[in-house]
Nanobody, 126 residues
Framework: VQLQASGGGLVQPGGSLRLSCAAS????????IGWFRQAPGKEREAVSC????????FYVDSVKGRFSISRDNAKNTVTLQMNSLKYEDTAVYYC????????????????????WGKGTQVTVSS
């Protein structure tokens, strides 16, 4: 089972990056997939997630209008397009997969993560 993340790097404020997550070893279309991030000294937060089949998406308020998530179940990939990047977007980004339901309620971003990918560093700096 593997979630392979790629696409991080160094970018200037206002720039763009695209993160990709390739899933293998499990049936990814049974899971909601998303991106969490953790900046130094801060708690990990869910940035953006997408549902397994119907395209329902979630974005944390701080990235709405700037980030866009999409998935291709045929290719087992999820992509996060990040535009208008800000200093505060600097963090390690993790691709995650988990089931949609937790204690009887639906969550686009999994409350219990079944699979974690290795993090990819995103640094926004001038």
């Amino acid at each position: 089972v593997q979630l392979q993340a790629s696409g991080g790097g160094l970018v200037q404020p206002g720039g763009s990056l695209r993160l990709s997550c390739a899933a293998s070893g499990f049936t990814s279309d049974h899971y909601n997939i998303g991106w969490f991030r953790q900046a130094p000294g801060k708690e990990r937060e869910a940035v953006s997630c997408i549902s397994s089949s119907d395209g329902v998406t979630f974005y944390v308020d701080s990235v709405k209008g700037r980030f866009s998530i999409s998935r291709d179940n045929a290719k087992n990939t999820v992509t996060l397009q990040m535009n208008s990047l800000k200093y505060e977007d600097t963090a390690v980004y993790y691709c995650v997969a988990g089931r949609a339901y937790y204690r009887g309620s639906y969550y686009t971003c999994p409350q219990v993560v079944d699979y974690w990918g290795k993090g990819t560093q995103v640094t926004v700096s001038s």
